[in-house]
């Protein structure tokens, strides 16, 4: 009988096997991160916009949501809820990294019923969509409204 004093082909070609499936899994189950952040605002944003619009229509104050534009009053990276009492709901983005068109308007209530509105949000070249009908709560969508 003879010692073994190694690995044979086939149990090297099993653990590469092995360790190639394994960085497939991760690599799969890893997501580009820029998608993820939008993702991550553009749904705290529908969220942002309905709590805003429960407040309008329970206030019967108009809410109204836009973008702030780069300038003294603050950064870049914030909207402005009008109509709302200051510190109400959160103002800025999670990430600096959004981009939303500089003269989107969003108008939240006091009506039960507002028109169909949409803003987009982009990071890098991945574009989302908050939007609603008017009717149906604000929703994420991934193609033009």
Request: glycine fraction near 6%.
């Amino acid at each position: 009988m003879r010692a073994s004093h190694g690995f044979t082909l086939i149990e090297l070609l099993v653990v590469i096997a092995l360790i190639a499936i394994g960085t497939a899994a991760v690599s799969f189950s890893l997501r580009d991160s820029a998608q993820t952040v939008l993702e991550r605002d553009a749904e705290r944003l529908a969220a942002l916009f309905e709590s805003a619009r429960a407040r309008s229509r329970a206030s019967g104050i108009p809410v109204k949501w836009h973008p702030q534009i780069p300038n003294k009053s603050g950064p870049a990276n914030a909207f402005v809820f009008e109509g709302l009492p200051p510190q109400t709901l959160s103002e800025k983005w999670l990430s600096p990294q959004i981009q939303v068109t500089p003269n989107a308007l969003v108008v939240l209530g006091p009506d039960p019923i507002i028109g169909p509105q949409s803003v987009m949000l982009r990071v890098k070249d991945l574009q989302l969509w908050v939007s609603t009908d008017g009717l149906k709560p604000f929703a994420v969508k991934r193609a033009s409204p």
